[in-house]
T-cell receptor, first 113, second 120 residues
């Protein structure tokens, strides 16, 4: 069954605001997480990843936070731009293999100009 | 350096026909992963292949679906006798298989644009 899911299926923000996309996972053995961005008609694009021995990781305008206690993952996008409009997926690797990813259902982010 | 290529981008088949989806990995990659995405769903792992070898097909339906990655040419996902429930987007990803050198033992996967299969 599904082990990764999202709290909010849609999120609408104003350009320039910060966005927070949430993800819950149920497999406590998961030790590696990835956020992907999928634009309409395209394949998923890697954004940022985090291992379970970390609580926070920052990239360019993006930050991923991991709370292992409540099995929660979030993606923060600073100064959201219209080009950030897409579906965002979290994915996990449970460590049983070095390749198999389990994806959540996705959150549609819409950025209003 | 071309990314992962998939063709066709859109495929329409009638029930009972066969669908063949092709995936050419990135240059230098010898590993291919296939995923299926139903509308408003996340991607579901189907199969993992190396050249001439199926590593893991635990996500593949037992009947009608098969995959191959020959020594020469693209990887092919084949669906025989398609049914309406097969309508979905099929994505392949490629990887180097060199897990452990970059991101702590998880093979980085680069996704193609997908093939959208519609069964009428």
């Amino acid at each position: 069954g599904e082990s990764v899911g999202l709290h909010l299926p849609t999120l609408s923000v104003q350009e320039g605001d910060n966005s927070i996309i949430n993800c819950a996972y149920s497999n406590s053995a998961s030790d590696y997480f990835i956020w992907y961005k999928q634009e309409s008609g395209k394949g998923p694009q890697f954004i940022i990843d985090i291992r379970s021995n970390m609580d926070k990781r920052q990239g360019q305008r993006v930050t991923v936070l991991l709370n292992k206690t409540v099995k929660h993952l979030s993606l923060q996008i600073a100064a959201t731009q219209p080009g950030d409009s897409a579906v965002y997926f979290c994915a996990e690797n449970s460590g049983g293999s070095n390749y198999k990813l389990t994806f959540g259902k996705g959150t549609l982010l819409t950025v209003n100009p | 350096n071309a990314g992962v290529m998939q063709n066709p981008r859109h495929l329409v088949r009638r029930r009972g026909q066969e669908a063949r989806l092709r995936c050419s990995p990135m240059k230098g990659h010898s590993h291919v992963y296939w995923y299926r995405q139903l509308p408003e769903e996340g991607l579901k792992f189907m199969v993992y292949l190396q050249k001439e070898n199926i590593i893991d097909e635990s996500g593949m339906p037992k009947e009608r679906f098969s995959a191959e990655f020959p020594k020469e040419g693209p990887s092919i996902l084949r669906i025989q006798q398609v049914v309406r429930g097969d309508s979905a987007a099929y994505f392949c990803a490629s990887g180097s298989g060199l897990a452990g050198l970059k991101r702590d033992d998880v093979d980085e996967q680069y996704f193609g644009p997908g093939t959208r299969l519609t069964v009428t």
